[in-house]
């Protein structure tokens, strides 16, 4: 079903497959349109942007990132369980609201802003509310569950193969699971094959990702970071290399969950692109992060030992595979 919308100046009321939409923009000039679907146990929203100079992908919901976006839209296709949606159960009403934000630069010409989307359903008869299921998520640094592999073609499920001809691209995921945690981006801080599911002084290793999240391998290759679904997610294209043919590959790779408004030299993802040098993955617009990628990363804060103690880095191994000559 269709949500009725149109630009944004003062209130937007639609009403959407038996959901109330608020949407309110008190603040905002005209310059944007939204569109919001709330659906039984999912939201979309499409943002039309007029502005020539906003970024769409610096668009977030909760925490996570663009489904899809462009020159001049940004979509997002979420679950009501995701992206930190607060849940409110009033009266006869079960309430789920969350912020779009835009996350703007220093140096950029467009303000940030946040705009609250709010989808309310009627409260079902048999629902009751978990004993223990806050309204609102806690910001402890308990356990965190991270997860990484090798997928298929288009991340929508684990590879079908551990053979990998030379020169083709081999998709790894990341993630962390944060139910009842603040919200994470996801970093690969380093990355290294070898022959052995352990990591040995005499081991020989090959350096995929170094120094603090720089993607080495991009390049001299097509390997790249593709761009995010969620914050707690990172996804990896790896183009095969001239490393152990024919035997078994394991990539050994630290991850690193941490404040996704605290990038730094040293908390980043960064990749090579031909024609433009090292960009970073999150905001193309703090890429100067990445400059440290041709010499040392260093960061000015003293964090890495705070957020080792409270369990955000994770070592994991990815493997065994076998990258294979393509006569063979």
Not at 71 to 90: H, P, S
Not at 233 to 252: D, Y
Not at 285 to 299: G, H
Request: glycine letters at 6%; a negative charge; proline letters at 5%.
């Amino acid at each position: 079903m269709h949500c009725v919308s149109g630009k944004h100046s003062v209130m937007m009321v639609s009403f959407c497959q038996g959901a109330l939409l608020l949407s309110l923009a008190a603040a905002m000039a005209v310059y944007a349109d939204m569109k919001v679907d709330c659906g039984p146990d999912f939201v979309t929203l499409m943002w039309t942007e007029s502005r020539p100079q906003a970024d769409t992908s610096l668009l977030r919901l909760g925490n996570c990132f663009p489904t899809s976006f462009s020159a001049g839209e940004a979509y997002f296709y979420v679950d009501l369980t995701d992206c930190n949606f607060r849940r409110l159960v009033t009266g006869d009403a079960l309430v789920y609201s969350n912020d779009l934000t835009y996350v703007a630069s220093a140096d950029s010409y467009n303000l940030a802003f946040t705009h609250p989307v709010v989808c309310a359903y009627d409260r079902p008869k048999d629902w009751y509310a978990t004993i223990y299921d806050p309204v609102f998520k806690t910001y402890s640094l308990g356990d965190l569950q991270f997860n990484i592999g090798l997928m298929n073609d288009d991340f929508s499920g684990p590879a079908e193969s551990t053979r990998f001809p030379l020169g083709s691209i081999i998709p790894i995921m990341a993630s962390v699971v944060q139910e009842t945690h603040q919200p994470l981006l996801l970093l690969l801080e380093e990355c290294v094959a070898a022959t052995t599911p352990e990591l040995y002084p005499e081991s020989t290793m090959y350096p995929i990702i170094s120094n603090k999240g720089c993607l080495l391998e991009s390049v001299s290759s097509r390997s790249k970071f593709e761009p995010r679904q969620k914050s707690s997610e990172i996804r990896l294209s790896l183009q095969t290399f001239t490393f152990a043919m024919g035997e078994e590959v394991f990539i050994h790779c630290k991850l690193l969950a941490w404040d996704p408004n605290g990038l730094d030299s040293t908390k980043k993802a960064c990749h090579f692109v031909e024609g433009h040098g090292w960009e970073l993955l999150d905001n193309l617009a703090q890429s100067n992060l990445c400059d440290c990628c041709e010499s040392k990363c260093k960061s000015r804060r003293q964090r890495s030992v705070a957020s080792e103690k409270h369990g955000m880095v994770h070592k994991a191994v990815i493997g065994p595979f076998t990258i294979t000559d393509l006569n063979s």
